[in-house]
């Protein structure tokens, strides 16, 4: 398969370290390439049974004449892993305590993936989509650990699919890797650990996030920038409006310069809390702007519009006690951003309800 980037055997020891199950009989592995994860898991659980599944078929030859007494697969894990009832996969199902996962990134295209789940049907990407398929084999308290591209924690393509997650059990970025992780492969990568609630019903409805603080009830009116810092400097510039860019996020207040535009594409004004799109996390970013001069933002910048100077002080506040869970939204293949979706659910968590200008 062209798709096919075999773990390093550094990555693999990180991604079963990661497990937090105590008890571990079955390991399963739907993309089990050469085998690199499960061997790995099992230097760390040597007594547990494997299920390794792989289409293809050389990579299962040459690994049952390795290890004869796995118990081997190989089918196309997207059409029969979970969904299909004549897969002899699903006599698995609800009975794995651990799944370890490098499926494949590509996704060809950026084409979507359909799942049909037991109340809807799941758009996502490729990688996700044997995370989500694979869900349905962990028992209760069961962990799947797997290696994903970056994009799955804030692209709109997997928003559906990390909804879903959040009903049935906890979603968790453990770590990421260096673009040079994998030899041929310059995708950014991060080690992600789904656990089942022990709790959980596999029809429930999606659910929203609840933050544990004692926050009462804000809202917000969602502004993105769209004026490019290029724009501004070689088309747009004139004397009417204020310019704020990331460089003019400072220490708690904007701190506009000189730069100016004569457009008023989505002005805004005060008050308002204002951060970073693009980039890298950066708290100092996260600015107060009171002024009732209407300035444009730059598309590099996000203004949260605010009823009164109180709520938006109280709405910076919240941002910055969570800074740790803000600052894992923002992912991308070059300079790291937030999607306006995963700002949304940040926002719900910290009890703000939110709306986007169009």
């Known amino acids: 398969m062209s798709d096919q980037f075999f773990t390093p055997k550094e990555l693999a020891n990180s991604l079963v370290g990661c497990a937090t199950v105590r008890r571990v009989k079955l390991i399963a592995d739907f993309a089990a390439g050469n085998g690199d ?3 790995a898991a099992l230097e760390r659980w040597p007594s547990a049974r494997v299920l390794a599944n792989e289409i293809d078929s050389e990579c299962i030859c040459k690994l049952r004449k390795e290890i004869p007494n796995w118990k081997y697969y190989g089918e196309n894990f997207l059409s029969s892993g979970s969904t299909h009832s004549n897969s002899l996969l699903t006599n698995y199902r609800s009975l794995c305590d651990l799944v370890v996962l490098n499926p494949p990134f590509s996704g060809r295209g ?4 359909e799942i049909q789940t037991k109340t809807s049907t799941i758009k996502c990407s490729l990688a996700m989509a044997f995370l989500i398929l694979s869900i349905p084999f962990l028992r209760k308290g069961g962990e799947i650990c797997a290696i994903l ?3 799955c924690l804030t692209s709109q393509k997997d928003y559906e699919a990390r909804r879903y997650c959040k009903t049935l059990g906890q979603l ?3 770590m990421r890797f260096r673009r040079s992780s994998f030899s041929g492969c310059v995708a950014s990568t991060v ?3 789904f656990r089942m609630s022990k709790s959980s019903r596999q029809d429930e409805k999606p659910i929203s996030l609840l933050n544990n603080k004692n926050y009462s009830q804000l809202s917000v009116t969602i502004t993105r920038g769209c004026v490019p810092v290029f724009r501004a400097e070689n088309g747009y510039a004139g004397k009417r409006f204020a310019f704020a860019h ?3 996020l400072r220490n708690k207040h904007l701190e506009l310069t000189d730069r100016k535009v004569h457009i008023s594409r989505r002005p805004v004004m005060g008050p308002i809390v204002l951060i970073a799109r693009v980039g890298s996390p950066n708290s100092q970013k996260c600015s107060l702007y009171f002024g009732k001069a209407p300035i444009v933002l730059s598309d590099c910048v996000i203004g949260l519009q605010c009823k009164n100077q109180n709520v938006a002080t109280q709405v910076r506040k919240r941002i910055l006690e969570n800074w740790d ?4 939204l923002h992912n991308g293949t070059c300079a790291p951003y937030i999607t306006l979706n995963g700002l949304q659910d940040f926002l719900r968590y910290c009890c703000i309800d939110s709306q986007v200008t169009r």
Do not use: G, Y
């Open 246 to 248: 990331t460089t003019d």
């Open 37 to 39: 994860l499960l061997f």
């Open 191 to 193: 080690l992600m650990r």
């Open 110 to 113: 950026s084409s979507s993936i």
């Open 172 to 174: 968790s970025e453990v």
């Open 325 to 328: 869970f803000f600052s894992q």
């Open 149 to 151: 591209p970056a994009s």
